[in-house]
């Protein structure tokens, strides 16, 4: 019985700690709102929409794609400049696994499907299954994405700076 209770519970971990972060979609109003009137990432035309577990699933790829990207470039632009490889690390997004995320869709003026995604390590004791983070500063520990997922477009990425 014991091999057995074991066995459960090795599966049990295996299978929530696949290396995905934790994550929430927040779909209501009031995020939207916020989005576009507090912290002005989103367009005043944008309104609320759904997300599908086939739209999740692409934007994950999506993103892991975009994030890839980023960090190469990152990479290239400090080796540019002849600075060391470890300053760069300070703005590259790290292991997803290290992050929270939010995702936030939403339609845009036209009637495209967008969306904004928001990653933290750090969610200072707030709830953020229901409330945005948002902080300056904090560096690759904070990052946000936006994709247009009905043109493929990639709109925006990047981690924040350093006080």
Known sequence: ????????????????????SAYVILKDKET???????????PESSTTTELSEAEL????????????????????EFRKRGERKKYAKMYQIENLSNYKIQYVP??????????WINGFCNDFDKDWRRELIHVFDGGN????????????????IGTNGYA
């Open 141 to 156: 520990c904070y990052f946000t994405i936006r994709l247009n997922l009905t043109t493929g477009e990639r709109l925006g």
């Open 32 to 42: 939207i709102t916020d989005l576009i009137t507090i912290y002005k990432v989103l």
């Open 106 to 115: 939403y339609l845009n003026g036209k009637g495209e499907k967008e969306i």
């Open 1 to 20: 019985m014991k091999k057995i209770l074991l066995l459960f519970f090795a599966l049990l971990n295996f299978a929530t700690c696949r290396g995905q």
């Open 57 to 76: 699933d692409l934007v994950k790829k999506a993103s892991i794609e975009y994030i890839k990207d980023f960090n190469t470039a990152i990479s290239e």
